[in-house]
Protein backbone atom coordinates (compact mmCIF):
# COMPACT_ATOMS: atom_id res chain seq x y z
CA UNK A 1 0.00 0.00 0.00
CA UNK A 2 0.99 3.43 -0.99
CA UNK A 3 2.11 6.03 1.97
CA UNK A 4 -0.88 8.15 0.30
CA UNK A 5 -3.11 5.36 0.42
CA UNK A 6 -2.15 4.60 4.20
CA UNK A 7 -2.25 8.19 5.52
CA UNK A 8 -5.59 8.55 3.92
CA UNK A 9 -7.24 5.14 5.47
CA UNK A 10 -5.37 6.22 8.77
CA UNK A 11 -7.35 9.81 8.42
CA UNK A 12 -10.61 7.82 7.64
CA UNK A 13 -10.18 5.45 11.04
CA UNK A 14 -9.61 8.26 13.33
CA UNK A 15 -12.44 10.35 11.83
CA UNK A 16 -14.79 7.29 12.39
CA UNK A 17 -13.59 6.18 15.52
CA UNK A 18 -13.91 9.82 16.68
CA UNK A 19 -18.08 9.97 15.79
CA UNK A 20 -17.96 6.68 17.33
CA UNK A 21 -16.17 8.05 20.84
CA UNK A 22 -18.92 10.51 21.96
CA UNK A 23 -21.94 8.19 22.08
CA UNK A 24 -19.67 5.29 23.62
CA UNK A 25 -18.39 7.56 26.12
CA UNK A 26 -21.88 8.56 26.99
CA UNK A 27 -23.00 5.36 27.15
CA UNK A 28 -20.24 4.40 30.21
CA UNK A 29 -21.10 7.76 31.90
CA UNK A 30 -24.78 7.06 32.15
CA UNK A 31 -24.66 3.83 33.02
CA UNK A 32 -22.66 5.03 35.75
CA UNK A 33 -25.07 7.14 36.43
CA UNK A 34 -28.35 5.05 36.39
CA UNK A 35 -25.95 2.13 38.77
CA UNK A 36 -25.54 5.51 41.24
CA UNK A 37 -28.91 6.05 41.39
CA UNK A 38 -29.85 2.61 41.66
CA UNK A 39 -28.10 2.19 44.62
CA UNK A 40 -29.51 5.24 46.32
CA UNK A 41 -32.78 4.03 45.32
CA UNK A 42 -32.11 0.16 46.97
CA UNK A 43 -32.98 -0.77 43.54
CA UNK A 44 -30.75 -4.48 44.00
CA UNK A 45 -32.90 -6.38 41.47
CA UNK A 46 -31.66 -3.64 38.78
CA UNK A 47 -27.77 -3.72 39.65
CA UNK A 48 -26.44 -6.63 38.30
CA UNK A 49 -27.77 -5.89 34.62
CA UNK A 50 -26.51 -2.39 34.76
CA UNK A 51 -23.10 -3.39 36.13
CA UNK A 52 -23.24 -6.00 33.01
CA UNK A 53 -24.10 -2.56 30.79
CA UNK A 54 -21.30 -1.21 32.23
CA UNK A 55 -18.64 -3.94 31.09
CA UNK A 56 -20.09 -4.31 27.59
CA UNK A 57 -19.59 -0.49 27.77
CA UNK A 58 -15.64 -0.28 29.05
CA UNK A 59 -15.24 -3.21 26.22
CA UNK A 60 -16.64 -0.56 23.25
CA UNK A 61 -14.35 1.69 24.77
CA UNK A 62 -11.79 -0.37 24.67
CA UNK A 63 -12.11 -1.18 20.98
CA UNK A 64 -12.71 2.21 20.15
CA UNK A 65 -10.31 3.34 21.37
CA UNK A 66 -7.80 1.22 19.11
CA UNK A 67 -9.41 2.14 16.08
CA UNK A 68 -8.07 5.57 17.33
CA UNK A 69 -4.44 4.32 17.32
CA UNK A 70 -3.79 4.42 14.11
CA UNK A 71 -0.49 2.87 14.76
CA UNK A 72 -1.80 -0.27 15.30
CA UNK A 73 -3.16 -0.14 11.96
CA UNK A 74 -4.97 -3.54 10.25
CA UNK A 75 -2.47 -5.54 8.97
CA UNK A 76 -1.20 -5.28 5.37
CA UNK A 77 -3.58 -7.24 2.63
CA UNK A 78 -5.39 -8.12 5.73
CA UNK A 79 -7.55 -4.86 5.75
CA UNK A 80 -10.99 -5.76 4.78
CA UNK A 81 -10.97 -9.07 6.90
CA UNK A 82 -9.39 -7.39 9.93
CA UNK A 83 -12.40 -4.45 9.82
CA UNK A 84 -14.98 -7.21 9.56
CA UNK A 85 -13.64 -8.43 12.97
CA UNK A 86 -14.07 -5.05 14.28
CA UNK A 87 -17.21 -4.60 13.21
CA UNK A 88 -18.18 -7.76 14.57
CA UNK A 89 -16.34 -7.23 17.44
CA UNK A 90 -17.96 -4.02 18.25
CA UNK A 91 -21.57 -4.83 17.47
CA UNK A 92 -21.55 -7.70 20.47
CA UNK A 93 -21.23 -5.40 23.29
CA UNK A 94 -23.71 -2.99 21.47
CA UNK A 95 -26.65 -5.71 21.20
CA UNK A 96 -25.50 -6.29 24.96
CA UNK A 97 -26.18 -2.85 25.97
CA UNK A 98 -29.22 -3.12 24.05
CA UNK A 99 -30.54 -5.95 25.21
CA UNK A 100 -29.86 -5.10 28.97
CA UNK A 101 -31.27 -1.70 28.50
CA UNK A 102 -34.40 -3.04 27.06
CA UNK A 103 -34.39 -5.74 29.78
CA UNK A 104 -34.77 -3.21 32.59
CA UNK A 105 -36.80 -0.88 31.02
CA UNK A 106 -39.33 -4.07 30.80
CA UNK A 107 -38.98 -4.82 34.77
CA UNK A 108 -39.14 -1.63 35.61
CA UNK A 109 -42.90 -1.69 35.25
CA UNK A 110 -44.58 1.32 36.45
CA UNK A 111 -42.46 2.04 39.78
CA UNK A 112 -41.46 5.81 40.52
CA UNK A 113 -38.53 5.37 38.33
CA UNK A 114 -38.98 8.14 35.59
CA UNK A 115 -35.40 9.75 35.48
CA UNK A 116 -34.07 5.85 35.28
CA UNK A 117 -36.27 5.23 32.18
CA UNK A 118 -35.18 8.51 31.09
CA UNK A 119 -31.60 7.47 31.36
CA UNK A 120 -32.04 4.24 30.06
CA UNK A 121 -33.80 6.02 26.64
CA UNK A 122 -30.77 7.71 26.17
CA UNK A 123 -28.19 4.58 26.45
CA UNK A 124 -30.92 3.11 23.56
CA UNK A 125 -30.48 5.87 21.66
CA UNK A 126 -26.77 6.37 22.02
CA UNK A 127 -26.24 2.73 21.11
CA UNK A 128 -28.87 2.79 18.01
CA UNK A 129 -26.78 5.52 16.74
CA UNK A 130 -23.54 3.99 17.53
CA UNK A 131 -25.24 0.52 15.06
CA UNK A 132 -25.30 2.97 12.06
CA UNK A 133 -21.77 4.14 12.67
CA UNK A 134 -19.73 1.23 12.65
CA UNK A 135 -21.32 0.23 9.32
CA UNK A 136 -19.07 2.87 7.69
CA UNK A 137 -15.76 0.93 8.89
CA UNK A 138 -16.27 -1.03 5.86
CA UNK A 139 -14.82 1.97 3.90
CA UNK A 140 -11.61 1.92 5.54
CA UNK A 141 -9.60 -0.59 3.60
CA UNK A 142 -10.75 1.47 0.32
CA UNK A 143 -10.09 4.85 1.00
CA UNK A 144 -13.55 6.44 0.71
CA UNK A 145 -13.90 9.82 1.25
CA UNK A 146 -15.45 10.79 4.69
CA UNK A 147 -18.38 12.31 3.09
CA UNK A 148 -19.68 8.57 1.82
CA UNK A 149 -18.93 7.25 4.91
CA UNK A 150 -21.67 9.46 6.94
CA UNK A 151 -24.42 11.36 4.89
CA UNK A 152 -24.40 14.82 6.05
CA UNK A 153 -28.35 14.48 6.32
CA UNK A 154 -28.36 11.68 7.85
CA UNK A 155 -26.22 13.02 10.97
CA UNK A 156 -28.17 16.04 11.37
CA UNK A 157 -31.39 14.33 11.31
CA UNK A 158 -29.43 11.92 14.13
CA UNK A 159 -28.56 14.74 16.15
CA UNK A 160 -31.37 16.60 16.03
CA UNK A 161 -33.48 13.25 16.93
CA UNK A 162 -30.87 12.44 19.79
CA UNK A 163 -30.93 16.06 20.91
CA UNK A 164 -34.58 15.52 21.43
CA UNK A 165 -34.48 12.83 23.41
CA UNK A 166 -31.33 13.78 25.69
CA UNK A 167 -32.58 17.75 26.96
CA UNK A 168 -35.74 18.16 28.69
CA UNK A 169 -36.53 21.30 30.58
CA UNK A 170 -34.82 23.20 33.06
CA UNK A 171 -35.16 22.77 36.64
CA UNK A 172 -36.70 26.50 38.07
CA UNK A 173 -35.34 25.72 41.85
CA UNK A 174 -31.82 25.83 42.24
CA UNK A 175 -29.12 24.89 45.21
CA UNK A 176 -27.44 27.80 46.77
CA UNK A 177 -24.49 25.85 47.77
CA UNK A 178 -23.67 25.32 44.06
CA UNK A 179 -22.30 27.00 41.57
CA UNK A 180 -23.66 28.36 38.22
CA UNK A 181 -21.74 26.40 35.61
CA UNK A 182 -21.23 26.75 31.74
CA UNK A 183 -21.10 23.24 29.84
CA UNK A 184 -19.84 23.57 26.30
CA UNK A 185 -19.43 20.24 23.88
CA UNK A 186 -20.65 19.57 20.34
CA UNK A 187 -22.15 16.27 21.29
CA UNK A 188 -25.48 16.28 22.92
CA UNK A 189 -25.41 13.22 25.23
CA UNK A 190 -22.06 14.38 26.18
CA UNK A 191 -23.72 17.88 27.36
CA UNK A 192 -26.64 15.93 29.00
CA UNK A 193 -24.60 13.70 31.21
CA UNK A 194 -22.81 16.41 32.55
CA UNK A 195 -25.41 18.58 32.70
CA UNK A 196 -27.39 15.40 34.89
CA UNK A 197 -24.25 14.77 37.18
CA UNK A 198 -23.78 18.70 37.98
CA UNK A 199 -27.53 19.01 38.46
CA UNK A 200 -27.53 16.05 40.98
CA UNK A 201 -24.99 17.96 42.76
CA UNK A 202 -26.73 21.04 43.28
CA UNK A 203 -24.82 22.94 40.53
CA UNK A 204 -26.81 25.40 37.91
CA UNK A 205 -26.36 24.13 34.56
CA UNK A 206 -26.59 25.69 31.32
CA UNK A 207 -25.33 24.92 27.96
CA UNK A 208 -23.77 25.57 24.98
CA UNK A 209 -22.82 23.16 21.71
CA UNK A 210 -20.30 25.70 19.96
CA UNK A 211 -18.17 28.34 20.62
CA UNK A 212 -19.95 30.65 19.56
CA UNK A 213 -22.81 29.60 21.34
CA UNK A 214 -20.31 29.15 24.45
CA UNK A 215 -19.29 33.16 23.71
CA UNK A 216 -22.84 34.32 23.27
CA UNK A 217 -24.23 32.54 27.25
CA UNK A 218 -21.35 35.10 28.47
CA UNK A 219 -22.62 38.09 27.41
CA UNK A 220 -25.87 36.68 28.17
CA UNK A 221 -25.13 35.66 31.66
CA UNK A 222 -22.41 35.51 34.76
CA UNK A 223 -20.65 32.07 35.36
CA UNK A 224 -18.71 30.48 38.24
CA UNK A 225 -16.80 27.82 35.73
CA UNK A 226 -16.64 26.40 32.71
CA UNK A 227 -16.26 23.04 31.32
CA UNK A 228 -15.38 23.38 27.68
CA UNK A 229 -14.89 20.55 25.01
CA UNK A 230 -11.88 20.79 22.87
CA UNK A 231 -12.70 19.60 19.50
CA UNK A 232 -15.77 21.40 17.99
CA UNK A 233 -16.83 22.94 14.34
CA UNK A 234 -16.60 26.40 14.74
CA UNK A 235 -14.17 27.06 17.34
CA UNK A 236 -11.51 24.95 19.19
CA UNK A 237 -11.17 24.94 22.76
CA UNK A 238 -7.94 26.91 22.37
CA UNK A 239 -9.39 29.60 20.45
CA UNK A 240 -12.40 30.09 22.78
CA UNK A 241 -9.81 29.99 25.93
CA UNK A 242 -7.71 32.91 24.01
CA UNK A 243 -11.12 34.81 23.59
CA UNK A 244 -11.92 34.64 27.36
CA UNK A 245 -8.24 35.34 28.48
CA UNK A 246 -8.43 38.69 25.96
CA UNK A 247 -11.45 39.68 27.53
CA UNK A 248 -11.21 41.65 31.38
CA UNK A 249 -14.59 40.31 32.07
CA UNK A 250 -13.81 36.64 31.62
CA UNK A 251 -10.53 36.33 32.10
CA UNK A 252 -11.14 35.39 35.59
CA UNK A 253 -13.67 33.04 35.30
CA UNK A 254 -12.07 29.19 35.67
CA UNK A 255 -12.02 26.97 33.05
CA UNK A 256 -11.99 22.82 33.13
CA UNK A 257 -11.10 21.31 29.86
CA UNK A 258 -12.73 17.79 29.44
CA UNK A 259 -11.80 16.14 25.64
CA UNK A 260 -11.26 12.80 24.72
CA UNK A 261 -7.40 14.35 24.04
CA UNK A 262 -4.82 12.30 26.05
CA UNK A 263 -1.94 13.33 25.28
CA UNK A 264 0.37 15.42 27.21
CA UNK A 265 0.89 18.27 24.21
CA UNK A 266 -3.04 18.81 24.22
CA UNK A 267 -3.19 19.08 27.29
CA UNK A 268 0.53 21.57 28.04
CA UNK A 269 -1.45 23.63 25.58
CA UNK A 270 -4.46 24.25 27.33
CA UNK A 271 -2.86 24.90 30.37
CA UNK A 272 -0.55 27.26 28.23
CA UNK A 273 -3.53 28.90 27.11
CA UNK A 274 -5.00 29.68 30.40
CA UNK A 275 -7.06 25.94 31.49
CA UNK A 276 -6.88 25.90 35.43
CA UNK A 277 -7.96 21.82 34.89
CA UNK A 278 -8.07 19.20 32.55
CA UNK A 279 -9.65 15.57 32.27
CA UNK A 280 -9.75 13.16 29.87
CA UNK A 281 -12.99 11.67 28.84
CA UNK A 282 -14.43 8.90 29.81
CA UNK A 283 -14.31 10.98 32.92
CA UNK A 284 -14.40 9.83 36.50
CA UNK A 285 -17.08 10.65 38.47
CA UNK A 286 -15.55 10.83 42.05
CA UNK A 287 -12.54 12.97 40.14
CA UNK A 288 -14.81 15.01 38.21
CA UNK A 289 -16.86 16.24 41.31
CA UNK A 290 -13.38 16.93 43.96
CA UNK A 291 -11.82 19.05 40.43
CA UNK A 292 -15.14 20.53 40.15
CA UNK A 293 -15.20 21.47 43.81
CA UNK A 294 -12.00 22.62 44.23
CA UNK A 295 -12.20 24.92 41.25
CA UNK A 296 -15.61 26.38 42.76
CA UNK A 297 -14.22 26.97 46.09
CA UNK A 298 -10.91 28.47 44.62
CA UNK A 299 -12.85 30.76 42.31
CA UNK A 300 -15.28 31.89 45.90
CA UNK A 301 -11.95 32.61 47.58
CA UNK A 302 -10.74 34.67 44.34
CA UNK A 303 -14.26 36.36 44.37
CA UNK A 304 -14.13 37.06 48.23
CA UNK A 305 -10.53 38.78 47.76
CA UNK A 306 -11.76 40.74 44.66
CA UNK A 307 -14.53 42.02 47.01
CA UNK A 308 -12.55 42.74 49.76
CA UNK A 309 -9.83 44.79 47.13
CA UNK A 310 -12.45 46.88 46.15
CA UNK A 311 -13.77 47.62 49.23
CA UNK A 312 -10.30 48.71 50.58
CA UNK A 313 -9.68 50.83 47.44
CA UNK A 314 -13.25 52.54 47.54
CA UNK A 315 -11.62 53.07 51.66
CA UNK A 316 -8.97 54.30 50.00
CA UNK A 317 -10.24 56.61 47.52
CA UNK A 318 -12.52 57.98 50.41
CA UNK A 319 -9.78 58.84 52.32
CA UNK A 320 -7.85 60.18 49.76
CA UNK A 321 -10.77 62.70 48.64
CA UNK A 322 -11.00 63.75 52.57
CA UNK A 323 -7.41 64.06 52.90
CA UNK A 324 -7.23 66.37 49.52
CA UNK A 325 -9.93 68.14 50.95
CA UNK A 326 -8.14 69.16 53.95
CA UNK A 327 -4.64 69.46 52.45
CA UNK A 328 -3.10 71.30 49.73
CA UNK A 329 -2.23 68.81 46.69
CA UNK A 330 1.31 69.47 46.90
CA UNK A 331 1.02 68.43 50.66
CA UNK A 332 -0.42 65.16 50.59
CA UNK A 333 1.70 64.40 47.68
CA UNK A 334 4.75 65.36 50.41
CA UNK A 335 2.98 63.13 53.01
CA UNK A 336 2.75 59.96 50.72
CA UNK A 337 6.56 60.38 50.05
CA UNK A 338 7.05 59.67 53.38
CA UNK A 339 8.28 62.94 54.71
CA UNK A 340 7.31 63.42 58.32
CA UNK A 341 8.57 67.23 59.15
CA UNK A 342 7.03 69.41 56.66
CA UNK A 343 7.51 73.54 57.06
CA UNK A 344 8.83 76.25 54.28
CA UNK A 345 9.09 79.70 54.34
CA UNK A 346 7.87 81.81 51.55
CA UNK A 347 8.96 85.05 51.17
CA UNK A 348 5.95 86.76 48.74
CA UNK A 349 2.47 85.38 50.07
CA UNK A 350 -0.58 87.47 50.24
CA UNK A 351 -2.46 86.71 53.52
CA UNK A 352 -6.87 87.45 53.55
CA UNK A 353 -8.67 87.59 56.68
CA UNK A 354 -12.89 87.56 56.35
CA UNK A 355 -14.96 88.29 59.76
CA UNK A 356 -18.41 88.45 59.98
CA UNK A 357 -19.49 91.84 61.81
CA UNK A 358 -21.56 91.61 64.90
CA UNK A 359 -21.37 88.06 64.73
CA UNK A 360 -21.98 87.27 68.68
CA UNK A 361 -25.70 89.01 68.32
CA UNK A 362 -26.35 87.20 65.55
CA UNK A 363 -25.88 83.96 66.69
CA UNK A 364 -27.64 85.01 70.07
CA UNK A 365 -30.44 85.56 68.26
CA UNK A 366 -30.71 82.76 66.15
CA UNK A 367 -31.17 78.92 66.67
CA UNK A 368 -28.30 77.20 66.33
CA UNK A 369 -29.55 74.68 63.27
CA UNK A 370 -29.97 77.95 61.84
CA UNK A 371 -26.66 79.54 62.36
CA UNK A 372 -25.09 76.59 61.01
CA UNK A 373 -26.90 76.13 57.75
CA UNK A 374 -26.03 80.31 57.39
CA UNK A 375 -22.31 80.00 58.04
CA UNK A 376 -21.87 77.07 56.20
CA UNK A 377 -23.67 78.46 52.77
CA UNK A 378 -21.68 81.41 53.07
CA UNK A 379 -17.90 79.29 53.83
CA UNK A 380 -19.43 76.79 50.86
CA UNK A 381 -19.53 79.01 48.33
CA UNK A 382 -16.23 81.21 49.92
CA UNK A 383 -14.63 77.67 49.42
CA UNK A 384 -15.96 77.28 45.59
CA UNK A 385 -14.12 81.08 45.13
CA UNK A 386 -10.72 80.22 46.41
CA UNK A 387 -10.63 77.49 43.99
CA UNK A 388 -11.54 79.79 41.22
CA UNK A 389 -8.90 82.30 42.06
CA UNK A 390 -6.33 79.56 42.64
CA UNK A 391 -5.97 80.46 46.52
CA UNK A 392 -5.15 78.35 49.35
CA UNK A 393 -8.17 77.67 52.03
CA UNK A 394 -6.37 77.79 55.17
CA UNK A 395 -8.83 77.18 58.38
CA UNK A 396 -11.99 78.67 58.99
CA UNK A 397 -11.86 80.25 63.67
CA UNK A 398 -15.42 80.54 64.68
CA UNK A 399 -16.61 82.92 62.49
CA UNK A 400 -13.67 84.30 60.19
CA UNK A 401 -12.21 82.88 57.14
CA UNK A 402 -8.25 82.51 56.25
CA UNK A 403 -7.13 82.01 52.89
CA UNK A 404 -3.25 82.70 51.43
CA UNK A 405 -1.49 82.72 47.89
CA UNK A 406 1.69 81.85 46.98
CA UNK A 407 1.72 78.37 49.13
CA UNK A 408 2.61 76.00 48.79
CA UNK A 409 3.14 76.67 45.78
CA UNK A 410 4.96 80.66 44.99
CA UNK A 411 2.70 82.36 42.75
CA UNK A 412 3.65 86.17 40.88
CA UNK A 413 0.68 87.38 40.70
CA UNK A 414 -0.49 86.24 44.62
CA UNK A 415 -1.54 89.99 45.47
CA UNK A 416 -4.03 90.40 42.38
CA UNK A 417 -5.63 86.97 43.12
CA UNK A 418 -6.23 87.52 47.24
CA UNK A 419 -7.71 91.04 46.27
CA UNK A 420 -9.86 89.63 43.50
CA UNK A 421 -10.55 86.79 45.62
CA UNK A 422 -11.71 89.37 48.36
CA UNK A 423 -14.07 91.38 45.94
CA UNK A 424 -15.81 87.77 44.89
CA UNK A 425 -16.52 86.97 48.26
CA UNK A 426 -18.22 90.34 49.19
CA UNK A 427 -20.45 89.87 45.95
CA UNK A 428 -21.26 86.52 46.80
CA UNK A 429 -23.12 88.42 49.71
CA UNK A 430 -25.13 90.13 47.37
CA UNK A 431 -26.71 87.32 45.84
CA UNK A 432 -28.44 86.09 49.47
CA UNK A 433 -32.60 87.20 49.95
CA UNK A 434 -33.68 88.29 52.02
CA UNK A 435 -31.57 91.36 52.86
CA UNK A 436 -32.22 90.28 56.63
CA UNK A 437 -30.14 87.63 56.25
CA UNK A 438 -27.05 88.70 54.78
CA UNK A 439 -24.18 88.74 56.74
CA UNK A 440 -21.96 91.54 56.69
CA UNK A 441 -18.08 91.20 56.29
CA UNK A 442 -14.99 93.10 56.70
CA UNK A 443 -11.71 91.86 54.54
CA UNK A 444 -7.95 92.22 55.30
CA UNK A 445 -4.93 91.60 53.30
CA UNK A 446 -1.65 91.78 53.78
CA UNK A 447 1.43 90.86 51.79
CA UNK A 448 5.16 89.51 53.25
CA UNK A 449 6.99 86.33 53.93
CA UNK A 450 5.75 83.36 56.42
CA UNK A 451 6.52 80.53 57.55
CA UNK A 452 3.60 77.60 56.28
CA UNK A 453 3.59 73.50 57.39
CA UNK A 454 2.30 70.90 58.85
CA UNK A 455 0.99 70.30 62.18
CA UNK A 456 -0.70 67.75 64.59
CA UNK A 457 -0.98 63.78 64.50
CA UNK A 458 -4.16 62.47 64.32
CA UNK A 459 -6.29 65.44 62.84
CA UNK A 460 -3.28 67.25 60.65
CA UNK A 461 -3.82 71.14 59.93
CA UNK A 462 -1.78 73.16 57.35
CA UNK A 463 -1.23 76.39 58.86
CA UNK A 464 0.82 79.73 58.53
CA UNK A 465 2.61 81.58 60.90
CA UNK A 466 4.27 85.35 60.84
CA UNK A 467 4.15 88.60 61.31
CA UNK A 468 2.16 88.79 57.89
CA UNK A 469 -0.16 87.27 59.22
CA UNK A 470 -0.31 89.13 62.27
CA UNK A 471 -0.82 92.02 60.40
CA UNK A 472 -3.38 90.72 57.99
CA UNK A 473 -5.66 90.03 60.72
CA UNK A 474 -5.24 93.70 62.46
CA UNK A 475 -6.35 94.91 59.18
CA UNK A 476 -9.62 93.16 58.99
CA UNK A 477 -10.45 94.11 62.60
CA UNK A 478 -9.80 97.53 62.08
CA UNK A 479 -11.36 97.48 58.73
CA UNK A 480 -15.08 98.55 57.14
CA UNK A 481 -17.99 96.50 56.51
CA UNK A 482 -18.91 95.15 53.23
CA UNK A 483 -15.31 96.59 51.99
CA UNK A 484 -11.28 95.35 51.74
CA UNK A 485 -8.50 97.06 53.55
CA UNK A 486 -5.36 95.83 51.98
CA UNK A 487 -1.46 97.25 53.56
CA UNK A 488 1.04 99.09 51.74
CA UNK A 489 2.84 96.11 51.01
CA UNK A 490 -0.16 94.53 49.30
CA UNK A 491 -0.72 97.26 46.98
CA UNK A 492 3.62 97.22 46.02
CA UNK A 493 2.68 93.56 45.00
CA UNK A 494 -0.20 94.29 43.03
CA UNK A 495 0.40 93.94 38.91
CA UNK A 496 -3.37 94.64 37.97
CA UNK A 497 -5.31 97.56 37.65
CA UNK A 498 -7.20 98.50 41.06
CA UNK A 499 -8.82 101.40 42.10
CA UNK A 500 -7.65 102.05 45.73
CA UNK A 501 -8.86 104.44 48.12
CA UNK A 502 -5.99 105.40 50.72
CA UNK A 503 -6.91 105.45 54.54
CA UNK A 504 -5.61 106.66 57.56
CA UNK A 505 -2.20 105.10 58.79
CA UNK A 506 -2.53 102.25 61.12
CA UNK A 507 0.00 102.13 64.22
CA UNK A 508 0.27 98.59 65.15
CA UNK A 509 2.10 97.69 68.69
CA UNK A 510 5.07 95.99 67.95
CA UNK A 511 5.42 96.73 64.12
CA UNK A 512 4.72 100.51 63.54
CA UNK A 513 2.86 102.39 61.32
CA UNK A 514 1.53 100.76 58.33
CA UNK A 515 -0.08 102.94 55.39
CA UNK A 516 -3.59 101.53 54.22
CA UNK A 517 -5.98 101.67 51.62
CA UNK A 518 -9.94 100.50 50.39
CA UNK A 519 -10.68 98.75 47.14
CA UNK A 520 -12.71 100.30 45.35
Not at 64 to 88: M, N, Q, W, Y
Request: aromatic share 4%.
Amino acid sequence: MSVRNEFQRHAIAAHVAQRLAGPARAILGFQELLLEQARDLRLTHMQTDLERIGAAAKQLNSLIDRLIDVKSGFPEGRAAEAEARLRHDLRTPLNAIIGYSEMILEDAGDLHQHTLKEDLGVILAAAAELLKQVDAIAGLSRGEAIETLQPRDQTEIDAAELERLLFKAERDAWSDQGGRILVVDDVASNRDLLSRRLRRDGHRVVTADSGLSALARLTEDEFDLILLDILMPDMNGIEILSRLKAENRWRHVPVIIISGLSEVAAVARCIEAGADDYLTKPFNPILLRARINSTLERKRWLDREHRYLQQIEAEKRRADTLIHAILPDQIVARLQGGEEIIADRFEEVSILFADIVGFSPIAARLPPSDLVRRLDGMFSKFDLLTQEHGVEKIKTIGDAYMAACGIPEPSADHADRTVALGKSMLESLQDIAPVSDRFRVRIGIHSGSVVAGLIGRHRFVYDVWGETVNIASRLESQGVADRIRISEATRRALHGHWTLEPRSALDLRGIGTIETYLVR
